[in-house]
């Protein structure tokens, strides 16, 4: 890939370059159009243009270049600017986007996503204009990416839906259908609050029919509803499972650049299955949620670390009578580490965790989205914890500001374990490898139930910390210090590589960064 992107994404096509001459804009090469040459890493898409686009003097290039983003990785060219050539409906070459260099005085960096060229330099471009930049053409490439797009989003109560198509590889055979809709009108400056719905094992299609109707009842207008079916029933009826993390990627992405969401208010819940689902989701998609909200369910904490939603509020509720599959006990070694971490933390996890007298797997559904919505995601905390455990398989890249490039430990018998901590410009972290040992197992199935922690000192892994001005001065030194001895000290350097990757990581239009430290774990 180019600057950082995977192959997939990268698409550079009817690229000419031009050079300043006597104010006029002259052609100069690019390729052999075949994609080598000044754009040589690239051949697997792209084509090399030598089109006549002449006749464009510095005014027109100056203006031009308000509109434009990020491109060319390399060295430095005297008064080269970059042109996207596209053709109009009569079939004329016309000059898209074009980009000027002074005096090869700035370096380039070339991120291009799904066609789209997007050129600049903190010199050139305010660094919040560069963001903003960036994010315009991840939205571009998103838009013209040929995959099955959400559905309109329409009232909620006219029960529009749509269905997906999951990979084969990832689950056979699955479709998962859906209800996509919002309650409220016009919708709320900054977007819709976002609610990820799942439901219990019954029967999917009397399921499905049922979540439908209790969400359209539930007390946070206003509101944006995604209410999925699961695909298939059986081994294959868990929400967390590797087909499942697609699409919940896909629709955190697709909402996004929607313009219809906030992206700091989106919240995850569900009853039963759903409980189980949305409580292991909350521990892995931390990062994403403002709040998370099972109910009716428990799972062992092995597949839901707790450290992991120190940044999101937690709501769970359960039957004090549901017994069944130890949901009531579970419940109960939920809120006590939760409560373990508050008191060590006073001013994080917050959480909302009871046992409801006298019910069982009934309780009342309608006291979790209120409580909710009252909660909006920090996207730049400065206190991050992260067990970066897998789920059918599957590992998390990145968590808030930090991109795993290699994890520290080797099998799934062990866990890597981070602790980031922000203190004005000084940063720690903490990077330890982490085993469970089994301490109380259910005599009747076996499910493990309880469990100790082992923690020690990664010796290897390779991590990048991303840095933005919400964190840290990026105009001041900055000391990082990891597992107690110094890494680096010094002024980090900004750059849109930085933006394109992180976008390309995370797709959240918050988490867009321009500097970054790469850090090996020795």
């Not at 690239?42 to 100056?62: E, I, K, P």
């Not at 931390?286 to 707790?306: C, H, S």
């Amino acid at each position: 890939g180019i600057g950082g992107l995977d192959d997939d994404v990268v698409a550079v096509t009817d690229l000419v370059a031009l050079t300043l001459q006597d104010d006029r804009a002259v052609r100069t090469g690019v390729g052999d159009g075949q994609g080598r040459g000044l754009f040589s890493g690239c051949h697997r898409h792209s084509r090399a243009s030598n089109a006549g686009v002449v006749g464009l003097d510095r005014t027109t290039v100056r203006e031009v270049v308000g509109r434009c983003g990020v491109a060319v990785k390399g060295g430095d060219f005297d008064g080269v600017c970059l042109a996207r050539v596209g053709v109009d409906r009569l079939g004329r070459r016309q000059v898209v986007t074009v980009v000027l260099v002074l005096h090869g005085q700035l370096r380039l960096i070339l991120g291009c996503l799904g066609g789209l060229v997007v050129v600049g330099h903190s010199r050139v471009l305010r660094e919040a204009r560069q963001r903003q930049l960036v994010w315009d053409a991840w939205v571009e490439a998103n838009n013209r990416f040929d995959e099955q797009k959400l559905i309109g989003l329409g009232k909620l109560e006219q029960e529009n839906s749509g269905n997906w198509d999951l990979p084969a590889e990832l689950e056979p055979h699955a479709v998962m259908p859906y209800y996509w809709g919002c309650k409220g009108e016009p919708g709320p400056e900054g977007g819709y609050p976002l609610y990820l719905y799942m439901h219990g094992s019954g029967d999917k299609g009397q399921e499905w029919a049922t979540g439908i109707l209790l969400c359209q009842k539930f007390d946070d207008v206003p509101s944006a509803y995604f209410i999925p079916q699961i695909p298939n029933m059986g081994n294959y009826y868990r929400w967390w499972q590797k087909s499942k993390q697609f699409a919940w990627e896909k629709l955190l992405r697709l909402a996004f650049v929607s313009g219809n969401i906030n992206p700091d208010k989106v919240y995850f819940f569900g009853i039963s299955e759903g409980g189980y689902g949305s409580q292991r989701l909350a521990s892995y998609y931390a990062d994403y949620l403002a709040g998370a909200g099972p109910m009716a369910g428990g799972e062992p904490l092995k597949n839901a670390p707790v450290e992991n939603c120190r940044n999101i509020a937690f709501s769970f509720l359960t039957g004090a009578a549901d017994a069944g599959f130890y949901r009531n006990k579970l419940t109960t070694y939920t809120k006590n580490e939760f409560e373990r971490l508050k008191k060590l933390y006073p001013e994080d996890y917050i959480h909302r965790i009871e046992l409801i007298p006298g019910r069982g797997h009934a309780i009342d559904y309608t006291l979790t989205t209120p409580w909710l919505k009252q909660y909006t995601r920090n996207p730049y905390p400065k206190n991050v914890n992260w067990e970066n455990f897998e789920m059918d398989g599957m590992y998390r890249k990145g968590f808030y500001n930090l991109a795993v490039k290699e994890r520290s430990n080797d099998d799934y018998s062990s866990r890597t374990y981070y602790e980031l901590a922000i203190k004005e410009n000084e940063i720690s972290l903490k990077v330890d490898l982490v085993t469970y040992k089994t301490v109380e197992t259910d005599p009747n199935w076996g499910i493990e139930l309880k469990f100790e922690k082992d923690y020690r000192p990664a010796t290897k892994g390779k991590v990048v910390i991303y840095l933005c001005p919400e964190l840290v001065d990026l105009n001041k030194k900055i000391t990082l210090i990891v597992n107690g001895k110094k890494a680096f000290q010094g002024k980090v350097k900004l750059g849109l590589e930085h933006m394109v990757n992180s976008c390309a990581t995370f797709y959240d239009p918050a988490r867009i960064y321009p500097a970054a430290i790469e850090v090996n774990i020795k």
